[in-house]
């Protein structure tokens, strides 16, 4: 989380066949080609709903960052088009923050500097189709269950 992110876009490139990887910083598409022999690949993919970690050749939709990091592994990547950013050190006070408060403090103080800590990173990391919590009067009970699956009836 004290890694740069993506700030103001910059620029999109339908053709990327004149830029380099390592002076990019944003989202594109790409042509992969993993190394051959390779036991445990590193980029995600998904497919039909499900994330894979191909082997071969794939085309996806990656961070520039993160290709960075797979090329020194022996990807082949080739820039296909892309979205450019400014960076920007987002949440670095944040974090310097309450890092700096949960080494300096004992049991609770501690406790509550972690969990604003791992919460950040967290709420990047959660998953948008999970369950969803709702307050519906009786009368639309119906139509919501129609097209959802309910958990859990809480009554007043």
Avoid: W
């Avoid at 998904?46 to 960052?65: A, M, N, W």
Wanted: proline fraction near 4%; aromatic fraction near 14%.
């Amino acid at each position: 989380m004290l890694n740069p992110m993506p700030h103001k876009l910059i620029n999109y490139y339908s053709d990327m066949s004149n830029i380099k990887l390592i002076n990019f910083f944003g989202f594109c598409k790409v042509e992969i080609i993993t190394p051959k022999n390779l036991i445990y690949p590193l980029l995600p993919y998904r497919k039909d709903g499900l994330t894979i970690h191909p082997t071969g050749k794939f085309t996806g939709i990656y961070f520039s960052e993160e290709l960075k990091i797979v090329e020194t592994q022996g990807y082949k990547i080739k820039l296909l088009e892309g979205y450019e950013f400014t960076k920007f050190n987002l949440f670095n006070d944040f974090i310097n923050n309450f890092y700096d408060q949960k080494r300096k403090s004992i049991g609770p103080e501690r406790l509550i500097s972690k969990l604003h800590l791992n919460t950040l990173y967290g709420y990047f990391g959660r998953s948008f189709n999970l369950i969803e919590t709702l307050i519906v009067k009786n009368k639309d009970i119906g139509g919501i269950a129609l097209d959802r699956t309910i958990k859990k009836f809480l009554r007043n």
